[in-house]
């Protein structure tokens, strides 16, 4: 690598969107300043055989620097120079987070880019025709719980090698992450932050300032621990391989951040944990940064300047809730049929809101502006919209002396309430689903505005969320006897959770299971029905499951486009055994829009 830099992170790839035939993304990197020479800005170099494959590939050591002579007629090469969009200074001096784009004509076969920061060492992505739909996969709940033995799971790396696996066979041309791509609750156990954690009266802790103290220390907690965890392992390979596409959900930030009482969220202490982290998320996940890239936008439709902005997919949405951020939701092409919308739900939430109504209209302007053709629409939410109901566990959590908060106060299950405001652990979980009571009615709205979009816009919608830990689908369909084909209502929810963390015990599923028998009437005034789908007819060792409907097995989800019906199916890859990193495949399909 010449320049050398040194580097805190590899180099990782982020997917934008297709405009004009043009393929949008990003490669990023960490460098520590000391150590690393800014002699000349770092350059990306990326090429690819421009002949329709008549070409040996050319490593990229061997081509000549940026504004030396072209290379050899047919190999398309391109450099980009990075841009510094953010600075981190921390104990072992200044770290430059450094961008760059890549922009990538489509042509009339699938092609594999090679790149390289500097000449280092060389790396390749995929991307697809200029008429082929994207190959996808969707992920979430990518970490471990505090207290979860991790060696039981064989780690965080069996099925992202059963990914990279799938992907050596057949490329994926974006990994889409659902929310939870990394676990940011041990920031509670910091030495500046654990003594507001452990403040036991609720008063004390809303009033407590935030210090300097405590603030560097945030900032030290989320660059320490998304350098680590975004470089390791099987994952680390994948997002130098795989162009993300990601969307945060509570751990993100920090567990259940937006679902506690008001007072407690926007004191102090709490709401700057929030901030820095979907500060660190943009910056990360994202490759934003709004003090560089800006935040303007038309009023309108919330959708910034694409010849400004870095990020031409970008939805601006209302303002934060208790983060001095507003919504950044996003509108990515996935091919000239498929669409992926991913709504920020964090941003805005609150105990009795997911999203402001401002982000919703500016996200359904963007869906109007779609080119002719659009058939399939993937809608992106970090929490599930069909999953089964638990009012009466709502309603029992809601007392004070429910069971959980009895047996903490008394020493037998302290682990029963939560750290912030010594609620039951379970109740902001609960808090966080839209089919929860202070939810309910916007989540109904959202469900008839998608189906409205649907009929007026003439697309296949299809919800896919995680945070569960656990793979329950289910489907939204018209009351009356209609081919799916042909029903504007018909939407499947797919749960692709968890590719890493634990599922929940057996006797959770049980109740998932039992509660989720029942086909739900809420919608029926909308000539709507909800159900489960017993997509799980066998289970991974091919015996019969204790339940047809939910699969307590980590899990990812595989998204393909059938050229020959229209339909999309989305697989969800079950791994067969704990720790196995071998999946059996339960394929749902996705009908094409024919009314």
């Known amino acids: 690598m010449k320049p050398y830099l040194q580097l805190m992170t590899n180099p990782m790839l982020r997917y934008d969107t297709i405009v004009d035939g043009v393929w949008h993304g990003f490669a990023m990197l960490v460098a520590t300043d000391e150590g690393s020479d800014y002699s000349i800005p770092p350059f ?29 007629p047919g190999v398309e090469t391109r ?75 064989n780690g965080p790396d069996p099925l992202w090698r059963d990914v990279l696996l799938k992907h050596a066979q057949k490329p994926i041309h974006v990994m889409v992450g ?19 954690i452990n403040e036991s009266d609720n008063a004390k802790k809303i009033a407590a300032p935030l210090t300097a103290e405590m603030e560097t220390a945030l900032h030290r907690f989320f660059f320490n621990w998304y350098t680590h965890w975004f470089r390791s392992g ?46 660190w998320f943009l910056l990360f996940q994202m490759f934003i940064n709004d003090d560089v890239d800006g935040a303007t936008y038309d009023l309108a439709t919330g959708i ?48 009795n809101q997911l999203a402001s109504q ?66 039951a652990e379970l109740k902001d979980d609960l808090a966080d689903h839209p089919c929860s009571a202070d939810h309910k009615k916007e989540r109904n709205a959202l469900v008839l505005r998608f189906q409205n979009i649907a009929q007026r816009k003439h697309l296949r919608i299809s919800f896919m969320s995680g945070d569960v830990h656990a793979t329950a689908n289910s489907q939204f369909k018209s009351t009356k006897k209609i081919e799916p084909s042909q029903d504007p209502k018909f939407m499947l929810q797919i749960i692709s959770s968890a590719i890493v963390n634990t599922p929940p015990p057996p006797p959770v599923i049980w109740l998932v299971s039992k509660l989720g028998k029942k086909t739900h009437k809420t919608l029926h005034h909308a000539h709507t029905d909800e159900e489960l789908i017993p997509l799980f007819t066998e289970d991974t060792d091919g015996s019969k499951p204790k339940s047809t409907t939910v699969m307590g097995r980590r899990n990812y989800c595989m998204g393909d486009y059938d050229p020959a019906t229209g339909e999309v199916q989305f697989t969800v890859c079950v791994e067969k055994s704990q720790g196995s990193g071998t999946t059996k495949e339960y394929p749902l399909r996705a009908p094409p829009p024919r009314w």
């Open 358 to 423: 401002t982000t919703y209209d500016r996200c359904e302007k963007a869906i109007d502006a779609l080119p002719p053709g659009v058939e399939h629409l993937v809608v992106l939410v970090g929490v599930p919209v069909a999953y089964p109901r638990m009012v009466a566990l709502e309603q029992m959590l809601e007392k004070k002396l429910n069971p959980m908060t009895v047996l903490a106060k008394i020493g037998v299950m302290p682990s029963g309430v939560n750290k912030f405001n010594a609620e």
């Open 44 to 72: 990306l170099t990326y090429q690819w055989d421009g002949t329709a494959g008549g070409l040996a590939h050319i490593p990229i050591h061997e081509l000549p620097r940026p504004g030396a002579d072209a290379t050899e």
């Open 79 to 153: 450099w980009a120079q990075g841009l510094r969009y953010y600075a981190h200074n921390g104990r072992a001096g200044t770290h430059s987070f450094w961008r760059f784009k890549i922009e990538i004509p489509l042509g009339e076969r699938e092609e594999e880019i090679f790149y390289s920061v500097n000449g280092g060492p060389e790396n390749s992505f995929w991307v697809p025709a200029r008429d082929q739909q994207f190959r996808v996969m969707y992920h979430s709940c990518n970490g471990f719980s505090s207290g979860v033995d991790q060696k039981a799971f």
């Open 234 to 279: 099987a994952f680390g390979i994948a997002t130098g391989r795989i162009p993300m596409l990601n969307m945060l959900d509570d751990h993100d930030m920090i567990d259940g951040f937006g679902s506690y009482p008001d007072d407690l969220q926007s004191s102090p202490v709490f709401s700057a944990i929030g901030a820095a982290g979907y500060k």
């Open 178 to 196: 659902g929310g939870d791509q990394l676990y940011c609750d041990p920031l509670t156990k910091e030495p500046e932050i654990a003594p507001w």
């Open 304 to 351: 910034p300047s694409q010849s400004s902005h870095s990020s031409k997919s970008l939805i601006i949405g209302g303002p934060g809730a208790f983060i001095p951020y507003p919504n950044h939701s996003f509108l990515s092409c996935l091919g000239p049929k498929m669409y992926i919308l991913m709504i920020d739900w964090r941003s805005e939430r609150r105990f």
